[in-house]
């Protein structure tokens, strides 16, 4: 592989799929076995690109720290890590929003100082802090529903897609937070020394998102 490829940073799952696809529209020639690998690091030589496959909350710290050149992260994973990286492109995919939930019985303004339960403590704490309301955060690493049914939250703080994991465990949403969708990241000094290739793969796929929304 030459030393001139791109590495990208991609969370696995259901954005990894969705981006895949999005670079294929592009015009990256990604085998089409790609999305079945279960390798942590997939070169594609046709492609001069070299994929990192890594959690969602971790992409942001292996382009900031520049292991590798660009990545894909969400919204909610770009606020709450608070990374050195440039944020050049919504993808528009992955879309979902953060919202706040809790049981129905639940009587806002009862308690003194209510605790959040969420996947993502800094996001949380500053938007209580923005409503000027004071809140204990509780971290959790998942299973976030589970937190006030067994009285460990008030309320939790979580991502929201159809809303039926909410509706499955018994939680009503109360807030609408702000709407999610994957970004296009890069590292700052990359994007100094691979210029060229960011910037045509930036267009790339720019121009695939513009086409998707005007045929909508």
């Given at each position: 592989m030459s030393k001139e490829c791109l590495?990208?940073?991609m969370p696995k799952g259901r954005i990894f799929e969705e981006a895949v696809e999005l670079l294929r529209e592009a015009g990256y020639p990604l085998p089409p076995e790609?999305?079945?690998s279960r390798k942590l690091i997939i070169e594609v030589p046709e492609a001069k690109m070299r994929f990192i496959l890594a959690k969602p909350m971790d992409v942001p710290t292996y382009v900031e720290h520049g292991a590798a050149d660009v990545g894909v992260a969400g919204k909610?994973?770009?606020i709450e890590e608070k990374r050195d990286v440039y944020e050049v492109l919504d993808l528009k995919i992955s879309a979902c929003y953060m919202a706040v939930a809790a049981l129905p019985t639940y009587n806002r303004g009862?308690?003194?100082a209510?605790?959040?339960?969420s996947k993502y403590?800094?996001?949380a704490s500053e938007y209580f802090r923005e409503q000027g309301e004071q809140v204990e955060i509780i971290k959790l690493n998942g299973s976030i529903e589970l937190a006030p049914i067994i009285g460990l939250a008030d309320r939790i703080v979580d991502i929201v897609s159809t809303g039926q994991t909410l509706k499955e465990n018994g939680l009503v949403e109360v807030e609408t937070m702000m709407p999610i969708t994957s970004r296009f990241i890069v590292n700052p000094v990359s994007y100094r020394t691979k210029s060229t290739d960011i910037d045509d793969m930036v267009d790339r796929l720019a121009d695939v998102i513009d086409a998707k929304e005007r045929s909508l």
């Open positions: 590495t990208v940073a790609f999305e079945d909610d994973v770009m009862c308690e003194v209510p605790k959040i339960a403590p800094n996001l």
